[in-house]
């Protein structure tokens, strides 16, 4: 699991989770349909954004976002999800800090509240897709016998 930053909602997010968890519909599914080809971040079959080569779909819901940079306050409720902390059974932001095995030790921190560096947060390498089982068989178009979720290419 790691704890990443959706520069479409600008929230944290945990790639193992489904966006459906805190994305409403109507923006992930509105982003998700435009294809690569018309996005700022499309470069040569590669996203500048994510820094990976683009999806067989070429498509993804990150679809011209604006990229942040900078420092932002994590507070739960805001632009930390609740259903983010109710996923990890947590009841602060330094609770999912700490559930999270990737995450840094935030053992002197607030429970909420805490100062984090946006460009020290990884980026999903494709928006919308679960890191845990998924990413491969969007990037390449390989079915993973570990994924249920991402639809079978053939």
């Not at 790691?2 to 982003?31: E, F, G, T």
């Not at 805001?78 to 902390?85: D, I, T, W």
């Not at 990737?102 to 020290?120: F, K, L, V």
Request: glycine share 6%.
């Amino acid at each position: 699991m790691c704890l990443q930053w959706c520069h479409v909602r600008s929230q944290l997010i945990d790639n193992d989770l489904s966006c459906a968890l805190w994305c409403a519909d109507d923006i992930r599914l509105a982003h998700a349909a435009e294809t690569c080809d018309t996005c700022r971040h499309y470069h040569a079959g590669v996203c500048a954004l994510t820094r990976e080569r683009v999806p067989l779909a070429r498509t993804c819901c990150h679809h011209n976002a604006e990229p942040q940079r900078g420092m932002v306050i994590l507070r739960l409720g805001e632009n930390v999800p609740l259903e983010l902390a109710r996923a990890h059974g947590a009841a602060s932001v330094r609770q999912i800090f700490d559930r999270v095995d990737s995450a840094p030790d935030m053992s002197g921190a607030p429970e909420d509240g805490i100062e984090w560096r946006i460009e020290e947060m990884s980026v999903p390498l494709v928006y919308g897709v679960r890191a845990s089982c998924c990413w491969d068989t969007a990037l390449t178009g390989r079915k993973s016998i570990w994924c249920d979720e991402y639809p079978d290419p053939s």
